[in-house]
């Protein structure tokens, strides 16, 4: 992953640890859904290998919608989330800048309470309308944040997703000197606490969490000590708070996104294989099996992007970096495609109205999907576009 990380302060100690940068997606994690949650399987009855791939030839470009320029956030970079708010207004915050409303209907925006070079991580919207930001909390009537607290462990990159209770899981990322974390906590928001729960199966960083929708949860890929992109994937048990082995993905990759999909499968696609070289490849994990199935390739390799499950169960890649050149540059990409579950292939639809990567998205309650910040080819940038699927 070669991201902007002068905006977070972190580009010197990531660097040495593995050459990346800022997590999968930047997109907010909402607690709307809530299924029942079920007990992990054995490990050894989720360890199967890959299955045969599908033709990985993406289909004829059709547009399928259109994106428009929607206005413009004070903050800007790499390193941001969005997060829907009931109201319907995004609240941005990260990157360079201070923290920012967004309303989609009138592209007006506003400052509010919060800042700038947050941790890099998502931010995780609680079942009561706050959102935790690393270590602190921001309250949407308020415009305020107030500390939680320290976290048991110090950590940059992390991974993190509401469970059904809704307790926050947090778990890998990087700490001082370049070290990988497989430790995880969990964050109550009725004390208000951090607690220690079960240690994952290997460290991780730059990997892709999920929440499934029997509650446990899926986490796969990423770098070890060392900078090793790994394939290896686990689950946690919120019942247990213990972590299982299941089966690994066909590719070793980091920085990729991970999307539950309608199904109740995931699909995780593109990252990098070496934190330089990007990835078109895409895999579909199948909770019941513990399986990944091989699905047909992005038409352009990416890592860096967003992914947003559509409201008709696609899912929408926007942007991200593709191959590097002879120098081992790789500018952003305005290019953007659609994963279609039922044949397990790709069709490129219009491209953004601005190249980005590193920038974060949210589904807006119209079905429309935002997309905010990242940087661009000249650097960091403020810009808002929304993706409209086509009504005729």
Not at 35 to 43: H, I, L, R, V
């Amino acid at each position: 992953m070669r991201r902007l990380l002068a905006t977070i302060g972190l580009a010197a100690m990531l660097t040495s640890a593995c050459g990346a940068a800022i997590g999968p997606t930047g997109a907010a994690l909402s607690p709307s859904e809530s299924p029942s949650p079920t007990t992990t399987g054995s490990a050894s009855s989720l360890a199967p290998t890959s299955e045969p791939t599908v033709d990985p030839t993406p289909s004829n470009p059709i547009p399928d919608g259109f994106w428009a320029a929607a206005g413009r956030m004070l903050a800007a970079g790499p390193g941001q989330s969005a997060t829907l708010l009931p109201n319907g207004e995004v609240f941005v915050n990260g990157g360079t800048g201070p923290s920012g409303l967004f309303d989609p209907l009138t592209g007006a925006s506003m400052i509010t309470g919060g800042s700038g070079n947050s941790p890099a991580g998502p931010a995780i919207q609680l079942k009561d309308g706050r959102v935790l930001i690393g270590d602190q909390l921001w309250d949407p009537r308020s415009a305020g944040l107030t500390s939680t607290g320290p976290t048991i462990d110090s950590r940059q990159n992390f991974l993190a997703t509401i469970l059904t209770d809704g307790r926050v899981l947090v778990a890998g990322g990087f700490g001082s000197e370049g070290v990988v974390y497989g430790t995880a906590e969990l964050f109550d928001p009725k004390p208000g606490s951090w607690a220690a729960t079960g240690t994952m199966t290997t460290t991780r960083g730059l990997g892709a969490m999920v929440r499934l929708a029997d509650g446990r949860v899926l986490v796969a890929g990423g770098v070890r000590l060392g900078s090793i992109p790994q394939a290896s994937a686990e689950l946690y048990d919120p019942g247990a708070g213990t972590w299982a082995a299941t089966g690994s993905m066909a590719v070793a990759r980091q920085d990729e996104t991970a999307t539950l999909l309608v199904d109740g499968r995931v699909l995780v696609v593109g990252g990098s294989s070496d934190g330089t070289l990007a990835l078109a490849s895409g895999e579909v994990y199948d909770p019941a099996t513990g399986r990944w199935t091989t699905v047909g390739e992005m038409s352009t390799p990416r890592d860096g992007h967003t992914a947003t499950r559509l409201p008709d169960g696609r899912v929408l890649v926007a942007g991200g970096q593709g191959k590097p050149d002879a120098l081992g540059n790789a500018a952003p990409l305005s290019s953007s495609e659609i994963f279609d579950p039922m044949t397990g292939t790709w069709t490129t639809t219009v491209p953004m109205t601005t190249a980005r990567a590193g920038h974060a998205a949210a589904l807006l309650q119209d079905g429309r999907v935002l997309v905010v910040g990242g940087f661009g080819p000249e650097g960091p940038l403020n810009s808002v576009e929304i993706y409209s699927l086509s009504t005729t």
